[in-house]
Structures are given as structure tokens and as C-alpha cells.
């Protein structure tokens, strides 16, 4: 007995076969809001990462989605997880006997199956611009083309090993840009792209300006070390913002910068390939401060001072905040800094 397009559907995920699926969905309907190409490229992107990470089957599971706040809370679909990774990506279906009418992507949903919430996930994302029957305002279309003549002038790069100087021209000219796309701009491919990118190169041109900072924090700290607390105490509120502008670094760059296995003197940032050096002073700076700043906001916390209130306070994470309540006067002529 010939098969049915729903279970056709079901075997194309199971065996991650993404040319069946493109045969078997409906040219004239939209999955996801998407029009039938953009989702196959998506589900194809989807496919991809699951091989990448070992899996070779995907079994579907039941489920619902149990986000509460959405619109399609309680709405019935699959999960399929692959076979090796226990990656998990999700889906909620509209369904007959025989066809899938509409699919969309769920990143609340829950079979019943224990450790759902703890599996690593696979998501696929349409953004606004990409939906059927998107139509861009005249304002949008201004900031795509902008975007894009932002992207399209990275290319020129290609094939050239990108140093922070190269990149500098760059970000100058489309800092502007940048600040101004934010949520939910984002919601949009081309901008959001943009964003992405831009962000991206910023962390890997502030590397050097940061690793002057810290080697100068660090000289500072070696001057009062053998000091008194109250010389640390002003080390670490001056230094306070350079910290977090290195941990922010820290934190991103291994996302961004992907070593390359034939080039110890480089890596890439996507597809462009960037000089690579080792900044051993951010990475000193880093662990002293964090490791005194933490020591010293344990000490002098005032989170049970009865004037503070009930409910969480960011403030309770700033070390100024807690000396200024104790009363505590760091002007020191003896230190210069």
C-alpha cells in the first residue's frame, strides 16, 4: 500500500533525508510562515548539525508545546531526537489523515519523556523578512540596503588574513549602524546578519586597545600589592569597567574566533580569516580582578542592612555600592591612580 505524504513527511526526518522532504511538501504552501524553499533550507541547515554531531536516525516522540504565554500552548506535535547526540529539535504539526498542512518550530515542547529541558537543542529560526507574505516598509528597505552595503563591503576581504588594522576603517564607518539596529530589529535576516558581524569583528578589534588596559591594570596592581585593602579596594572600583569589558571579551571570543588547524598564527571568523595572537595579559587581569572582586563583595556585602528592601537589586553586585553604604572614603593621595 502506497504511502501517505504525512508519512512520507515523517520518514523524510527519521532518516534525515531533506530531498525527500523537499518532494514531498506542497510548492504552493507556507511551513512556518515560510514559503516551501526558505523552510527546506532551514530544515536542511537542521539536518546538517544533527550529522555533524553523530546522529545517522531521528525517532519522533509526542508531545505539546508548554510554553503558557504563547498562542499555541497545548498544541499537539513531534520531537525528533537523534540517535547518537540526544539532540532534540521540535516541532508542532497541522495535520489530516494523510497530509502535513503546516509545521512550525517549537522551542517549548515537552513529550513524556524524562530530561527533555536537559538535551542539547537544535532550533530553526524564520525571521519576519522571511515569512510568505512579508512586504518591507520603505524605512526597512533604507536599513537592508545599508546593511547589505555593509556586507557586501567584507568581501573584499576574502582570500586576505584580516588584521585589527585592516578591520578599524570598517567598524569606524558603521558604528553608527550598528548602535541603532536593536530588538526588534532583529526580527529582521539582513539586519540581523549585520549585527551579527559587526559584533563579531568588534570584539576582535577591541583585543589589542584591551590587552594595553590590562597590562596597565596590572602594573597598578603590582604597585599596591604588597599595600593595604584599602589600595585594592580602589584598584578594583577603577578598574571595574575595564573587567567587565575584558570578561565580556572572554566570554564572546571563543564563540566568534574558530582557530585554524593549519595556521597557528590565525583563525577565522566565519569564513574570513583573521590574524590570531594571544593576549596574555587580558587573560592575567582577568583572573586577579575577578578573584579580589568577588573576595572583597563577599566582605563588605550590606544585602541584610534592614534600609535595603525585599526583591532582587543589581546594585547588590557592585562593590561601589556596598563601600558607599558602609561609609567608606577611598580618596588616597598615596596611590596614583
Known amino acids: 500500500m502506497p504511502k501517505t505524504k504525512k508519512q512520507l513527511v515523517f520518514q523524510a526526518f527519521k532518516n534525515l533525508d531533506i530531498n525527500l522532504l523537499e518532494v514531498v511538501l506542497d510548492e504552493d504552501k507556507a511551513y512556518n510562515a515560510a514559503p516551501k524553499s526558505t523552510f527546506i533550507e532551514k530544515v536542511k541547515v537542521a539536518f ?45 504539526f497541522e495535520t489530516t489523515d494523510e497530509e502535513v498542512k503546516d509545521m512550525a518550530y517549537c522551542g517549548s515542547f515537552h513529550t513524556d519523556r524524562e530530561n527533555d529541558e536537559s538535551r542539547p537543542t537544535i532550533s530553526i529560526h524564520v525571521y519576519k523578512d522571511e515569512e510568505a507574505n512579508f512586504s518591507p516598509s520603505p524605512e526597512l528597505q533604507i536599513k ?15 582570500g586576505k588574513t584580516i588584521t585589527h588594522s585592516m578591520i578599524a576603517p570598517w567598524i569606524a564607518e558603521y558604528q553608527k549602524l550598528y548602535g541603532k539596529y536593536k530588538y526588534p530589529i532583529l526580527s529582521f535576516s ?20 584591551l590587552e594595553l588596559v590590562s597590562e596597565k591594570a596590572l602594573n597598578d596592581y603590582d604597585w599596591i600589592a604588597d599595600g593595604s585593602e584599602k589600595h585594592l579596594l580602589k584598584w578594583l572600583l577603577k578598574y571595574k569597567e575595564s573587567w567587565e569589558e575584558c570578561d565580556d571579551l572572554c566570554r564572546a571570543i571563543g564563540g566568534i574566533v574558530k582557530d585554524d588547524p593549519e595556521d597557528d598564527s590565525s583563525a577565522y571568523i566565519r569564513d574570513f580569516k583573521v590574524v590570531k595572537k594571544n593576549y596574555e595579559h587580558i587573560d592575567r587581569f582577568g583572573s586577579i580582578y575577578g578573584s579580589w572582586y568577588f573576595e572583597m563583595l563577599e566582605k563588605y556585602d550590606t544585602a541584610d542592612f534592614d534600609d535595603h528592601g525585599e526583591g532582587w537589586d543589581i546594585r547588590l553586585y557592585d562593590l561601589g555600592y556596598h563601600l558607599k553604604r558602609r561609609g567608606i572614603d577611598l580618596d588616597d593621595d598615596e596611590v596614583p591612580f
Open 48 to 92: 546538517e548539525e544533527f550529522k555533524k554531531r553523530g546522529d545517522t536516525r531521528l525517532t519522533p516522540y509526542s508531545g505539546t508545546c508548554r510554553n503558557s504565554l504563547c498562542e499555541n500552548y497545548g498544541e499537539p506535535g513531534f520531537a525528533f531526537i537523534g540517535n547518537h547526540s540526544n539532540s532534540i529539535l521540535s516541532f508542532l
Open 190 to 209: 539582513i539586519l540581523a546578519d549585520f549585527r551579527t558581524m559587526y559584533y563579531k569583528f568588534l570584539q576582535f578589534y577591541k583585543q589589542p586597545e
Open 144 to 158: 537592508q540596503q545599508k546593511s547589505l552595503k555593509a556586507l557586501a563591503e567584507l568581501e573584499r576581504f576574502k
